[in-house]
């Protein structure tokens, strides 16, 4: 792919980043060849985790930190990162991206891009190509996932869903809050 056209996936947006970022990989996951991520990974990727709860403002605590969620985190990264399929090759991806990224807009401008102004198309009708594609698909959608399920969808409001404190709208038993 020529310089100029790096980026460029038909879709009239140019995708952020540089070199690293655009390169292209397998569609697949990345092949975890025997390596374990280190602490400097860890804490790279606790980094995103904090940074999708500062993007969206939900976190609602006096802190207005993700450190009481940090448990429930580590638990997910020991799960996916224990057992096969092992996402140990992505997150070292997914940090490595965005050391790039901070390095060519500076880490607020970096991460507002990487959440929204991305050049990703929405709905590609293909896998992930680059380490860029990777990076958001397997581990930034995987975080705001996780972030969601561990207290944003609390943060943003949700009282008495019915799959969340209220059990299923099929249940015979009142919910629990009734409002």
């Known amino acids: 792919m020529a310089d100029s056209d790096a980026g460029k996936k ?3 947006e ?3 980043g540089g070199p690293f970022s655009h390169q292209e990989i397998g569609a697949s ?3 975890r060849e025997g390596q ?3 602490q400097i990974e860890r804490d790279k990727l606790w980094r995103i985790f904090q940074q999708i709860g500062y993007f969206w403002d939900d976190l609602h605590s006096s802190a207005k930190d993700s450190a009481n969620l940090k448990s429930t985190w580590l638990e997910f990264i020991e799960a996916k990162t224990t057992c096969e399929p092992t996402y ?3 997150y070292s991806n997914a940090a490595s991206v965005v050391d790039e990224l901070i390095e ?8 507002a891009l990487l959440f929204q102004n991305n050049g990703i198309p929405k709905n590609p009708p293909r896998p992930p190509l680059t380490r860029l594609e990777h990076a958001k698909k397997y581990v930034v959608d995987e975080f705001i996932r996780v972030n969601v399920v561990a207290s944003g969808f609390k943060s ?3 009282k008495n869903y019915s799959g969340y404190l209220g059990g299923s709208r099929y249940n015979l038993k009142p919910r629990v809050r009734v409002e």
Do not use: H, Q, S
């Not at 060519?104 to 970096?110: C, F, I, Q, R, V």
């Open 104 to 111: 060519l807009y500076g880490e607020k401008k970096a991460f």
């Open 10 to 12: 038909g879709t009239g």
């Open 36 to 38: 374990n991520l280190t």
């Open 88 to 90: 140990v090759a992505e």
């Open 14 to 16: 140019v995708m952020i």
């Open 29 to 31: 996951l990345l092949p």
């Open 156 to 158: 943003f409001g949700g």
